[in-house]
């Protein structure tokens, strides 16, 4: 998971654009740039370390630091994240502190401390074994040395039969009840769409009794769609056509939910910060904010969601839904009906996390979390002697993956966010994290029954190599036996596949004012 770090600190851009003396900007390298210097940062630029907005307004994804997709509106005086991205207009701001101070760097450390939190983990193959060999060469060599003594000194008839104990006790059962069952395991998951990092990650989900979920991107699709749109179609067009020329994500769902012909717009201004306007014929247009749409016409001002009007006319809003991700209700009630506590973390408004909470069934809702309450929320749990389960996908939720005791990730999340879930699921549906873990419970008790079948074996086979009463050969064919038994019981996972999952209708959720 140590690329989960790179990808993070890979969004510090390497320099800035820092105003001089005589009110020119010129580059300079991130570690030469001070508190209270003035910056210049363009659209598509990252803030490259903690400020405060000096000039300008700009629409800024802030999902680093929240989850959500959809961007807010800054003007002079807020203060912006490092990491945060600009996404429409230019802004001079004031720096608060360092580079190696800042809130992404602060990120970078988090995650740090969180992966190697984990590296104690020791999975219970590697335990046997560190106990195993050792004790299977002792017992031979004790062996070797008892019929010495019985023999009067007969090393050919002594080293025969510690020949046998060591064939029929290596690699046995016993070494294979866990590798086994786990490359299975792993298979069966493939075919589910659910990839798997190494075998200590199912150990540890079979041994969750807690399951904590992202709220955007993980329960929810995290792209916004348009719910009902104008009827005329002169309205249609010209709105498409003003979409076309935004970069805002609410611009980006208009368009897709819009078939129209775009209309033939002149004069387009691209008012950072409050949204689009054109004109068509003698008449001027507007799509964005609200309160700025209303300037030139009439209705209410107070809605959160875009608007578009003709100067002089009345405004339309689109409403901006969120629908729940594929499975989402499913996953939990498989998670309650089996007593494990879901919790959900978001770093969105109470409102509408409250709102996406109640639908799937959610009862323990904590809203506007940072990416620090995350971790220490896992933190906290583990020190409580819980084995909580992370299902995050965004930039913000890194941090909180790698502090899980296991942890799972969309393949459309971030890269950071798949780099460092211990599993990623490729398909879009939810119940695919509850699936895994039924499946890491399986593997589970696979591995204790073949365990149990391996210790019978050595109780039976090792006495009889000892007193001698076993030849190599007949050692060798106990040996594989024992193997082949163990192969076929982990083969017993494959038998309970899990049916195809049905698709389901998605569930709308209206946004509310922020």
Known sequence: AR????GLARLVPRGAMVRQNDGRFAYMRLTEVTPDAILSVGPNERLPTDAVIVTGATDLDRSLVTGEAMPVTAKPGDTLEAGTLNLTGRIEVRVLRSADESFLAQMIHMQTAAENGREGYV??????????APVVHVLALATFAGWMIMTDGDWQASAFVAISVLIITCPCALGLAVPVAHVVAAGRLMRMGILMKDGSALERLAGIDRAVFDKTGTITTGTPIVGVVPTDPAVRSTVKALALHSVHPAARAIVMRLSD??????????VPGFGVEASIGDRRARLGRADWVTEIANGPSGTASPAFAFEGDTAVSFDLIETLRPGAIKAIAMFERSDIPVTM???????RANSVASLVGISDVRHGTTPAEKIAMLDTLRRNGHRA????????DTGALAAA???MAPASGSDAGRTAADFVFLRDRLDAVPAAWRVARDTAGIVRQNFGLAIAYNCIAVPLAVAGMVTPLIAALAMSGSSIVVTLNALRLNKSEPSSPRATTSVDINQVPA
């Open 123 to 132: 999975r219970v193959a590697d335990r046997v074994a560190r106990l195993y």
């Open 3 to 6: 690329s989960a770090v790179t």
């Open 389 to 396: 389960l992370m299902v995050g996908d965004g930039l913000n």
């Open 345 to 351: 973390l978001s770093g969105d408004i109470a409102d």
């Open 261 to 270: 012909r775009p209309a033939h717009i002149q004069h387009v201004n691209d």
């Open 405 to 407: 005791h296991v942890s």
